[in-house]
């Protein structure tokens, strides 16, 4: 090295202190966005050239044909929660420490077995704990979204909502366990007998199971967040289960039905911003967005699954009748759930079409 | 809840098997998968939440906590600082992929103690990859030169070296049979490799002042161990079934190959030459994680169950000698297309790879004196001009097809029937092109930027500093203005980026069927 030495460059080297790889939805980039945006790597934005190894059937990674739906940019997807890892284990721990404290206090101060025998055993044991099959069988479904969405932010909401429905699950199996084991006489294994043989529950199995079938990832997503669960969780769990468990004696089922309902109320604005995504004109910069298409599928996809999602409220109608305190007739409560349902896709100029 | 055993079984009792609609996986298997096995992932997702919420207050206070008190990540080496954009590039892409190895394999393999031990595993890549994009930008913030790191998930996709850890890390771990994928992330990628990654570069960084990145390694190591452990029960399910040995077995060999190629080329990189205070030599580092602990503890312990050490290890273990420094030597000689500074190395940095690998004076001692001498611009002349020619990269790993050693590659150069050519960096990566040669058509990066000039090609990739003219990479960790390339500099030298391919006659070469 020869000659003068000259004077250092500033701190930061000519560089900002920001991630530059990352366009903000909004005016600043947010942690949710530095936490996930771009981790996924794709072939239209950074990673020119193709992926380096197909699948043996000779597929890519990702297709385009994993949905109906189609967008310019997957990418610009962002999760109205700007939940990630941290933040999410955080709220979820809160919850769950919530409904483990109030069980081991319910327990201490026999509360369980102070619980009305008919509910405990007829409604709870059976009906509830089949409910916990079909968390289960949502979480099954979501998951496959999880590998075939097509961008990390999508990917991340997706696993999040999917891991919802697996903590709902246990919750309520954790539930039915400590009823087993306070109450006693309480055979194993009824919910998940009912689940597959009484006939108020086979039309909600039947909606799960083909969702858990279904292999367009946005399928799952839009039919999940606009149909099941405003209909069939909405009808089950925050009708019947919370609502009757108060009138019932019951203080545990409703704080379980509460973080499960707070869950979903999040993976609603999530898929609000989905459809809000792919129904736009235009997307963030400006390329054409085809809503019109998307409209179209989107519409396809409710006419095809209302149906069955409605016969699943109704077939669910007598268990409002069992139990000895109603504080909502059934009828009137799947009123209130079909409306509901409605009122929220004509926000995005779509309908619930079917026959109930 | 008062039993836990009652209560890991009863969660698994809500699963059943679909009347209505029959369910296929997104991707079948080729294995036999016993329907019930041990659980190896004993978790809650209450128990997990709490547990890792208080993981996740200790890495993050840490993390705060130092900024706010010490400013610590201003004076750890430089040097090591450096290497830590394309080490951190490499690792999020991993784990992001594990996240969707994970959703594939809980699709597809019917077993409800592997499912359980998979969905937790989700939340922990899940868990990791944001870890890993949270320190980027800590370091983007904190660390002494934030160019790099501000770019790192863009950079790397067009580095010729990290876009061959995508391929190892990324599409490997993702596009295939979802049990040869669990094969290739958990059986060697985490049972074999985090120990090589996460504990070796904490020690590393520790030495080096570095406190940031110990803080978030440690953590996400404690959650590998868990990987380890659902790898070890996937792997025992699968030998459960004595036909699935001959594939097992074959997925066994290829994952190691595909991991090791690029891996440990890249590891010894980061190991010898960017520690300023150093520890162990990464074949020391090998010796001990890869072929005592992996091949000798974990992997041995399965032959009595018919499953043999990988085919090709004999060879790894003596390529390890010198692939790494083959490759730091190619890297520090395509310094500007890099988003990190490939520091010079220094007679105490001689004498340590000497020590450490004798013989090294001889193959690469001369390239390095020459390397520092052309660090200076004023020299005007490029590191590139040191090697022959940039090598061709390999069709299936992408990695230089020059390895361990130029003089010892076992480098083939060969035509399809259309009359493509590809090079091929050995026989293993030759054994998979063979097998499915549609698998391998991607173009290198030499292919894809033949023919364009250099400074063109760094403009274009976004490799210059926010000033418009200064490199994000240098052949050196000077800071004083008259020392730093700018993109003047690379039009001054005149480097056209050459795909040695295009020059071969495909009519000379030998036809692959």
């Known amino acids: 090295m020869t000659g003068p030495p000259t004077a250092d460059v500033a701190d930061g080297f000519y560089s900002p202190r920001e991630l530059t790889y990352i366009t903000p939805a909004g005016r600043r980039l947010s942690d949710y966005e530095a936490a996930i945006c771009h981790v996924q790597p794709d072939v239209d934005h950074y990673d020119f050239g193709g992926w380096l190894q197909l699948a043996p059937d000779g597929k890519s990674l990702f297709e385009a044909s994993s949905t109906r739906l189609r967008h310019p940019d997957w990418f610009q997807y962002r999760d109205p929660s700007a939940l990630w890892q941290r933040t999410y284990t955080r709220q979820q721990a809160v919850e769950e420490r919530a409904v483990a404290g109030l069980v081991d206090s319910a327990r201490a101060n026999g509360y369980l077995t102070d619980l009305d025998g008919f509910w405990a055993r007829d409604i709870l044991a059976r009906h509830y704990q089949a409910y916990g099959c079909l968390e289960w069988g949502l979480f099954l479904a979501l998951n496959r979204a999880i590998r075939l969405a097509l961008s990390d932010t999508l990917t991340m909401m997706i696993t999040f909502t999917a891991v919802d429905r697996l903590r709902h699950q246990q919750s309520i199996a954790m539930f039915g366990l400590e009823l087993e084991q306070e109450l006693g006489g309480i055979p194993e294994g009824l919910g998940r007998e009912a689940w597959l043989g009484d006939p108020v529950h086979q039309p909600a199995r039947r909606v799960v199971e083909r969702l858990m079938a279904a292999d367009d990832w946005c399928e799952i997503v839009v039919v999940c967040g606009l149909l099941v669960d405003p209909l069939l969780s909405t009808f089950v769990g925050r009708h019947f289960f919370r609502r009757f468990a108060s009138v019932n004696g019951d203080p545990v089922t409703p704080v379980i039905a509460i973080t499960a309902e707070r869950d979903r109320l999040r993976f609603l604005r999530a898929v609000r911003a989905l459809v809000e995504m792919v129904t736009a004109e235009a997307d963030r910069s400006g390329r054409a967005v085809p809503a019109a298409a998307n409209r179209a599928v989107l519409q396809d996809w409710l006419d095809d699954w209302a149906p069955p999602v409605r016969a699943a409220l109704d077939a669910f109608l007598p268990v409002f009748d069992l139990p000895t305190m109603r504080p909502v007739v059934g009828e009137e409560a799947r009123d209130v759930v079909v409306k509901e349902c409605a009122a929220e896709l004509e926000r995005f100029d779509l309908e619930l079409r079917g026959e109930r | ?513």
């Open chain 2, 1 to 513: 809840m008062r039993d836990l055993d009652t209560a890991h079984t009863r969660i698994k009792e809500y699963a059943w098997e679909p009347d209505y609609f029959a369910r296929n996986p997104l991707r079948e298997t080729k294995y036999k998968i016993p329907r019930r096995s041990k659980d190896p992932f004993r978790h809650l997702v209450r128990d997990y939440m709490v547990m890792e919420e208080e993981k996740d207050n200790r890495q993050y206070g840490a993390l705060e906590d130092v900024v706010a008190r010490t400013r610590s990540p201003e004076r750890a080496q430089h040097r090591w600082m450096e290497v830590l954009k394309p080490l951190l590039s490499m690792t999020t892409c991993a784990e992001y992929a594990a996240v969707k190895c994970m959703a594939s394999l809980v699709d597809t393999v019917d077993n409800p103690e592997l499912r359980q031990g998979y969905v937790a595993q989700m939340l922990d890549e899940m868990r990791h990859t944001n870890q890993e994009t949270y320190l980027i930008r800590y370091l983007a913030r904190h660390a002494p030169d934030p160019a790099g790191f501000n770019s790192a998930l863009q950079s790397r996709s067009v580095n010729p070296l990290i876009r061959a850890a995508r391929g190892a890390v990324f599409d490997v771990f993702l596009n295939e049979d979802p049990l040869t994928c669990s094969v290739q992330v958990q059986v060697v990628g985490e049972a074999g490799y985090t120990n090589a990654v996460f504990v070796a570069a904490t020690e590393i960084a520790a030495a080096n002042d570095d406190p940031a990145t110990p803080s978030v390694f440690l953590n996400i190591q404690s959650d590998e161990v868990r990987h380890m452990a659902n790898g070890y029960a996937t792997l025992s399910a699968l030998l459960a079934e004595p036909d699935n040995l001959p594939t097992l077995q074959k997925d066994f060999d290829a994952a190691f190959w595909r991991l090791h190629v690029f891996m440990d080329n890249f590891l010894g990189v980061v190991y010898d030459y960017f520690p300023k205070v150093r520890l162990r030599s990464y074949r020391e580092y090998w010796e001990q994680w890869i072929w005592q602990d992996w091949i000798g503890g974990y992997v041995e312990r399965l032959a009595p169950f018919g499953l043999e050490v990988p085919r090709w290890t004999e060879r790894i273990r003596t390529d390890i000698a010198w692939g790494g420094h083959t490759c730091a030597m190619l890297a520090a000689a395509l310094w500007p297309v890099h988003y990190w500074r490939h520091d010079t190395m220094e007679p105490d940095d001689f004498e340590y790879l000497e020590d450490k690998y004798p013989g090294w004076d001889r193959y690469y001692g001369p390239f390095w004196e020459q390397y520092r001498e052309l660090a200076d611009p004023a020299n005007g002349a490029l590191a590139l001009s040191l090697v022959e020619s940039i090598p061709p990269l390999c069709r299936v790993c992408h990695m230089p097809a020059v390895l361990p050693r130029p003089d010892l590659a076992d480098t083939r150069l060969v035509r399809d029937a259309t009359g493509r050519k590809h090079a091929l960096c050995s026989e293993p990566c030759e054994t998979l092109f063979r097998e499915a040669p549609w698998r391998y058509q991607c173009a290198t990066w030499l292919e894809l930027y033949d023919g364009m000039d250099l400074a063109e090609y760094i403009e274009r990739v976004g490799l210059l500093r926010s000033d418009g003219k200064t490199l994000i990479g240098q052949p050196h960790l000077r800071t004083d203005e008259r020392s730093l390339w700018t993109i003047d500099d690379i039009r001054r030298v005149g480097v056209e980026i050459r795909d040695p391919l295009r020059d071969v006659d495909a009519a000379t070469l030998p036809l692959i069927a």
